[in-house]
């Protein structure tokens, strides 16, 4: 399974522990799906998770960095634009396009387009319900 992650769920991941964001990264972590980013979405992962100024301690955040760079299927990016409504969430959508993913995971659905039939985009719930699926149907 593939899917883009968008950094608001890298973020509520690494502040706490305990929610679900941070379920996402623990099965990213044990390989149960592949990541899909483009030097963009990499890009704003560094600068909102590693640059600003945040609660994130260091070595969380660098060692999810460091995991992303180094497992993570990196594609270019697609030129089609103006298919979200707010246009930094552009280069999540279009890594998922190219990149061939099954899932875009975001906690904002309402700025990316309602009918995509290619993608699914999904919140933390729905994502977890796809990948306690996919690993139960695994064993």
Same mark, same amino acid.
């Given at each position: 399974m593939?899917a883009?992650?968008?950094?608001?769920?890298f973020i509520?991941?690494?502040?706490?522990?305990?929610?679900?964001?941070s379920k996402?990264?623990?099965y990213f972590?044990?390989?149960?799906?592949?990541l899909v980013i483009?030097?963009?979405?990499? /890009?704003?992962?560094?600068?909102?998770?590693?640059?600003?100024?945040?609660d994130?301690?260091?070595?969380?955040?660098?060692?999810?960095?460091?995991?992303?760079?180094?497992?993570?299927?990196?594609?270019a990016?697609?030129?089609?634009r103006?298919?979200?409504?707010?246009?930094?969430?552009?280069?999540?959508?279009?890594?998922?396009?190219?990149g061939?993913?099954?899932?875009?995971?975001?906690?904002?659905?309402? /700025?990316?387009?309602?009918?995509?039939?290619?993608?699914?985009?999904?919140?933390?719930?729905?994502?977890?319900?796809?990948l306690?699926?996919?690993?139960?149907?695994?064993?």
């Amino acid at each position: 399974m593939r899917a883009v992650i968008d950094t608001n769920i890298f973020i509520a991941g690494l502040l706490n522990s305990e929610g679900g964001s941070s379920k996402i990264i623990n099965y990213f972590r044990n390989d149960a799906f592949e990541l899909v980013i483009t030097h963009e979405v990499f /890009d704003e992962y560094l600068r909102a998770i590693h640059l600003f100024d945040n609660d994130i301690p260091a070595e969380k955040s660098e060692e999810l960095l460091e995991l992303v760079f180094e497992r993570a299927i990196k594609t270019a990016p697609i030129n089609p634009r103006g298919m979200c409504k707010d246009p930094d969430d552009e280069k999540f959508l279009t890594a998922a396009i190219s990149g061939h993913a099954e899932y875009l995971v975001t906690k904002n659905k309402k /700025d990316f387009p309602s009918h995509f039939s290619e993608i699914k985009i999904v919140n933390v719930r729905g994502f977890l319900q796809a990948l306690e699926t996919a690993t139960h149907s695994s064993l």
